[in-house]
């Protein structure tokens, strides 16, 4: 416990993650971990157990950004998903931001079903009206076997209604996919399955990431004994091509322009979907460079 002040820094502690599209956002850490943790290809937060961090160190951390980050305008709350603080916390998060940073124009955090499960439509619309704007959640894959397999803790059918549920509450929501989480087997079920999840859902944004084998995970272990392979390129693009194919989103944006993946695309669906298929097509006859290994990264 500590009393707030305004100059001691950030209290940051351990890996500290956040979306791409957060990279100019004041960072804070009101949570320690994921309170989930099991997903088999995520070493993120493996050192750490989940924790919701104490109110003066949090109050401490927006007093220091209110005299040291005046020109970031967007406040991103750290670690795993801060949703799964309790309303009345989180309400004051919000309200501390309003009062010390009143130049914050969106808040963001990730999310994931069980937190959002865990409020009510009219919760969501109050953490909204608090600045709440944007809500990152991990979807990985449609497919529900795939979906045991990686440990994701929920299913398809949740995930739709947990992503209709913050869409509806009026907050905005981007959802990142997986590349590769099928392994070589299942790549072209899972493109499918996961463009007809995204379909339901009707997400903001959809950022599709490829798989990194992180040594200490069980997807690494099972790499290791033979039990998965991760697709080539080819397979990777083929991959990415299908799920585009069969994703049909009202106004959203797919983007897979991660450093993980060996080729970028950004396209705004459904106007721009032909545009991207035949880039990746383009791609795949070799007549536009893909990205080289050493410059992939998570
Ligand atoms: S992928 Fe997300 S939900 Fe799964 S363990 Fe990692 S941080 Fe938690």
Not at 5 to 11: K, V
Not at 57 to 82: K, P
Not at 175 to 196: D, K, M, N, P, Q
Not at 201 to 229: K, N
Request: hydrophobic content about 40%; glycine content about 8%.
């Amino acid at each position: 416990m500590v009393t707030p002040r305004a100059d001691e820094g950030m209290h940051y502690e351990g890996n500290c993650i956040r979306p791409p599209s957060e990279a100019y956002s004041i960072l804070l850490q009101v949570t320690l971990g994921c309170s989930h943790n099991k997903c088999t290809f995520c070493g993120t937060y493996k050192d750490k157990r989940f924790t919701i961090k104490d109110d003066e160190t949090i109050l401490s951390d927006i007093l220091f950004a209110s005299q040291t980050m005046r020109r970031q305008d967007r406040v991103f709350l750290m670690d795993g998903d801060a949703l799964i603080i309790p309303q009345k916390r989180l309400v004051w998060i919000l309200d501390r931001i309003r009062e010390h940073l009143p130049w914050v124009r969106r808040v963001g955090a990730y999310a994931n079903t069980k937190s959002i499960r865990l409020k009510t439509p009219e919760e969501l619309v109050t953490l909204r009206e608090k600045g709440l704007g944007i809500l990152y959640m991990g979807v990985e894959t449609g497919d529900e076997e795939l979906l045991r397999k990686i440990h994701k803790g929920t299913s398809a059918q949740n995930l739709i209604a947990m992503g209709r549920k913050v869409v509806d509450a009026g907050i905005k929501l981007s959802v990142t996919v997986l590349l590769g989480i099928g392994g070589r087997e299942r790549s072209l079920e899972h493109a499918r399955a996961t463009g007809e999840l995204l379909s339901a859902m009707d997400p903001d944004y959809v950022g599709a990431l490829s798989v990194m084998l992180i040594p200490g995970t069980p997807l690494y272990e099972e790499f290791r004994r033979g039990e998965f392979q991760l697709p080539d390129q080819e397979g990777l693009l083929r991959e990415l091509r299908e799920m585009i194919a069969h994703t049909n989103l009202s106004r959203g944006l797919f983007f897979s322009n991660h450093a993980s993946n060996y080729l970028p695309i950004k396209a705004r669906l459904p106007r721009g979907k032909q545009e991207a298929l035949d880039q990746i097509d383009a791609a795949l006859r070799g007549e536009i460079g893909l990205r080289p290994e050493w410059m992939r990264a998570l």
